[in-house]
């Protein structure tokens, strides 16, 4: 039987990471405003691989006994000034989900729950996969500065990206 603290605050991460989902909607949106139709595709990519994530979530409560309950999501917000602007939110949000993981975990090893613990590893590997893309946008976006040219071809190249669901999605083993 899953832990009552544990269950709870995996629900609480499951909305978290269907709120992330709703936020990277928002952001494609945003681009495809923008007719920058790549970034729209880049952030489309990482809303489903949000939801992917909320799955985990879901199918781990389940199959370890717990109850799914869900919460309303957050609106997220709906206009940025700027692709930069846009992954230097990214980037922030990332870190938050980051700093949300690593609670998870130290939850799961002061709970004792170690399939709970086992379960968070491959998450807490992902977070350092999200920050590293979205900081390596940041980072190309401000070499470009003000040199609008250098938007376009970025743009094709993040119109490239495309969704690979993890090997377990269920996360039945993490």
């Known amino acids: 039987m899953l832990n009552e603290k544990i269950e709870k605050a995996f629900n609480e991460q499951l909305l978290a990471e269907t709120y992330s989902a709703y936020l990277y909607w928002s952001m494609s949106a945003c681009f495809d405003?923008?007719?920058?139709?790549?970034?729209?595709?880049?952030?489309?990519?990482?809303?489903?691989?949000?939801?992917?994530?909320?799955?985990?979530?879901?199918?781990?409560l389940i199959g370890r006994g717990g109850r799914v309950t869900l919460g309303a999501i957050e609106a997220p917000p709906a206009q940025w000034d700027s692709p930069l602007a846009v992954f230097e939110a990214v980037c922030a949000h990332e870190r938050k989900v980051t700093g949300l993981i690593n609670k998870l975990v130290e939850l799961a090893?002061?709970?004792?729950?170690?399939?709970?613990?086992?379960?968070?590893?491959?998450?807490?590997?992902?977070?350092?996969?999200?920050?590293?893309?979205?900081?390596?946008?940041?980072?190309?976006?401000?070499?470009?500065?003000?040199?609008?040219?250098?938007?376009?071809?970025?743009?094709?190249?993040?119109?490239?990206?495309k969704f690979t669901p993890p090997a377990d999605p269920e996360g039945a083993s993490g």
């Open 33 to 60: 405003a923008m007719n920058l139709s790549g970034f729209a595709n880049w952030m489309r990519v990482q809303a489903q691989e949000e939801m992917t994530h909320a799955l985990k979530f879901y199918h781990f």
């Open 109 to 161: 090893q002061g709970q004792k729950d170690h399939a709970a613990n086992a379960f968070l590893q491959w998450f807490v590997s992902e977070q350092v996969e999200e920050e590293a893309a979205a900081e390596d946008a940041v980072r190309k976006l401000k070499l470009m500065g003000e040199a609008p040219g250098g938007l376009f071809p970025l743009d094709q190249q993040m119109g490239s990206r």
